[in-house]
């Protein structure tokens, strides 16, 4: 039998100086999880010490911090720069960040930090969406230049999806969550333009390398917040099991994001931390699971709800959710079934219920938000919007092919 050590490998020991440098080894704090160069942090455990233990182990030191108004407002800011960054040189971004992550706010931060000075470690983001995408497109225009427009991904004369390579080494992410976008698990981040068009920018690197999930932070969220954004994190779990791309690991993790988030949103209210734990967990694997597997109509038409009609991405993603099912389902059926067994662990449903009426029992039950006339778009401008859904990336990857805007149309319809 061979030993460790016997033919030149593992020749080290646990208190050797190799194994002391090695960070991902000498970290065990329960809830810690890391994937490649990605550290999560979900769980009831002092999320301050785990989140500063991290920085520390990563050499992570100075430090630019972006925030919410609502995550200042809620006195979060001040507990994670207090306990989280008692180690660190801390400079605040103190201006307010705009909803949709604007491109010219993003490109004007990054000038203001380019004009300051100062070595930086790492963006460290608290809030939702919106703050660690402003983050990632900062760290995007620091290390490959302005104008952002430049980087987006794109579809080319052919019509191939186009991204370009962004090699250069980026300021290392962290982010701790106010929402279940999972945004800051992601390689990608939605960025718009002056004109409310949405861009996709696509690199490995600008993904946060640690995600720290607290119920101290997430329990100071409103509930309509938790409620819609844990819509979204659903809705991505949906399309990640019947993407064009997806695959047996996306599929497993989406299944698995579907069954926490369902169980969370159902019982976070009544407080028990495990409820909260369970939210973050599953907008963690939803996020991994469309890193790989992506998004579909559903997603293409909340992007165009939220970049042309400014709807938040949570309420768009509540509404429109069971009507992008229903159109998929004939060519989803399997896939469909295996979401509704993870939903039905906690949303009760009655017998012959399909995965648009586990849904839409879950939308009636957490009370969000499930007609688009209710949120400002007008009748006149499903026409105009089924049309900008055709120029939506996200498209290209739903199961059911998608011929016409007509098509579309009958999907914006069903939730107007
Ligand atoms: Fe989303």
């Known amino acids: 039998m061979r030993r460790p050590g016997a033919r030149g490998w593992a020749r080290t020991s646990p208190t050797s100086p190799a194994c002391q440098r090695s960070w991902p080894m000498d970290s065990g704090f329960p809830g810690r999880t890391a994937f490649g ?45 207090a306990s989280a960054l008692s180690d660190c040189e801390v400079r605040m971004w103190s201006g307010t960040i705009l909803a949709h992550a604007p491109i010219a706010q ?19 983001s608290i809030g939702g969406g919106k703050v660690v995408d402003t983050a990632k497109g900062v760290a995007i225009v620091l290390a490959e ?15 191939t999806m186009v991204y370009p390579p962004l090699s250069r080494p980026k300021l290392p992410i962290v982010a701790v969550p ?12 939605g960025l718009t333009t002056d004109q409310g068009r949405k861009r996709i920018f696509w690199d490995r690197k600008i993904s946060a390398r640690v995600i720290c999930h607290a119920p101290e932070v997430l329990g100071t969220v409103p509930a309509e917040v938790l409620t819609t954004s844990g819509m979204n994190a659903l809705a991505h779990c949906a399309e990640a099991m019947y ?14 994001g579907a069954e926490y988030l369902a169980s969370g949103l159902l019982g976070f209210r009544d407080g028990p931390p495990e409820a909260l734990s369970s939210l973050g967990a599953g907008s963690s694997l939803a996020a991994l699971a469309i890193c790989n597997a992506r998004t579909g109509l559903h997603h293409a038409i909340c992007h165009v ?29 399997p896939q469909q079934e295996r979401f509704l067994r993870a939903v039905a662990v906690s949303v009760p449903l009655s017998a012959g219920a399909t995965a648009p009426d586990a849904v839409a029992t879950l939308q009636s039950l957490l009370g969000v938000p499930t007609r688009l006339r209710e949120a400002g778009i007008a009748e006149s401008e499903l026409g105009r919007a089924a049309e900008a859904v055709l120029d939506d990336p996200a498209r290209f990857y739903n199961p059911r092919d998608i011929r016409s805007a007509a098509e579309v149309e009958t999907v914006l319809r069903a939730a107007w």
């Open 243 to 256: 993407s064009k791309t997806s695959g047996h690991l996306a599929s497993a993790f989406a299944a698995m």
């Open 178 to 189: 106010t929402t279940l976008s999972g945004a800051e698990v992601t390689p990608g981040c």
């Open 305 to 333: 709800l939220g970049g042309m009609f400014k709807i938040p991405h949570g309420d768009a993603n509540s509404i429109v959710l069971p009507h992008a099912l229903r159109f998929n389902l004939p060519a989803t059926l």
């Open 145 to 159: 230049g302005a104008p952002l427009e430049r980087h987006r991904a794109h579809r080319n004369e052919t019509g």
């Open 37 to 81: 160069d990605q550290t999560f942090l979900i769980g009831e455990q002092a999320a301050g010490q785990r989140l500063r233990e991290e920085l520390r182990l990563r050499g992570l030191r100075r430090v630019v911090v972006f925030a919410s108004a609502s995550a200042r407002a809620s006195g979060v800011v001040d507990e994670v720069v």
């Open 106 to 124: 993003i490109e004007q931060i990054a000038a203001t930090l380019q004009d300051d000075g100062g070595e930086i470690d790492a963006l460290l």
